[in-house]
Every structure is written in structure tokens, then in C-alpha cells.
């Protein structure tokens, strides 16, 4: 798998191709917003009725990252499930992949604002994870640093390509994309992300390969 590496609050990180976040010196990986169950979640509030087939191609893909890494630890920043009773209308063989992806490792599901309950589905269950100057949180804050994050499901687009799903990083904050399947996206020129991302920060797009472009530059379409 393609990756970008680069240092981050002291720490050697990778951003994938794939919008998985590896740490090989502490062996981990970050992923976030997988919004597993959102198709039953909108046929159950009277919604669009989507194929339901976005969870099994969400931990497919999940799985492959895990493979390709073989963390030891796994972290998942928040809204895992779409919300809380997507997560307890899992199916059987959703629970019974879960269990194997888990198996061995130390799992975390961080508490996202769309699944605030605890999660019955192994591993442990955090408001936010810190470690080796590093802080897991579901949603960034006006004054965090070192701080990992999700929630805004940023995307940016170059002259000539589709807009993409992508990190964001700058000094103090990263920003991972959106990894569930029907999972839409933030323009990182919305004013929320301006806000949070200071004017040099940088964008690293998915896809076929994780390509670093400075934010600014993204905005000038």
C-alpha cells in the first residue's frame, strides 16, 4: 500500500493511500468514521433505501489494511456505527468479522458523536486515547496539539482530478478522512475546517496513492 510519511508532534506517522493512519514505531493503526450499518440506519428512520452492503465493503477494506500492517493496537475514531442501534443491529457475520479483525490486538472505539453509547462488540470503548505525546479524539479542538482526529470527512480536489477524500495536517492538528463506504465529505474550504487548519497546512489526498498537495493550493480551484 502506497503511503506518505512524515513527523508529526515527534512522531513518525504514515498516511495511506487508503485513509488508514499507521505508527510502525508503536505498531498502530488509526482509522476513522467508518459509519458501519448507515444503510439500515436510514431505511429504519424512513430514509433513501441504499444497498446494504456498505459495512461488509467497509471491514473488507479494513481488513486489508490490517493485514497489510499487522498492528498491535487498532484505534477508531469515533462514529464506528452510524448510530447507536446500527451498532446493535449488527449481524452475526459483522460481529463474527469484528471478532477476527480483534483477535490478538488491542482495539479501541473512540466515542464519536453518532455512536455516544458503549459498544458490546469486544475491545474498549474511550472518549479519547493519549499516548507518546499523541491525543485520539473523535472531534478536534480549538486548542489541541498533537492532536488526531476525524469527524469532518474533509476532501479536496487538484486542477484536472475529482475531488477526493484526504488528510489534513498542520503544526498542531491531524485530520483523517472519512473510511466508510457511503460516507460523503467536507470541502476543506468550508469555513470549519479553515478555522481549525492554520494557512500552511498540508493535504494529503487517497486513492491510488497518498499524494501530498499544500492546502492553499487545493483552494484555488
Known sequence: MNAYSFVFANASLEARADGTLYWPSEQLLCVSDLHLGKSERMARRGGALLPPYETEDTLWRLDAAISDTDPDTVICLGDSFDDLGAAQAVDERTKDTLSRLQAGRDWIWIEGNHD??????GGTHRFEVARAGLTFRHIATPDGSGEISGHYHPKVGVPGTARRPCFLMDQTRLILPAFGTYTGGLSAGDTALR??????????????????VPLAACLKR
Open 195 to 212: 478555522q481549525l487548519m492554520s494557512d500552511d497546512a498540508l493535504a494529503i489526498l487517497t486513492g491510488q496513492r497518498a499524494t501530498p
Open 116 to 121: 455516544p453509547g458503549p459498544v458490546d462488540l
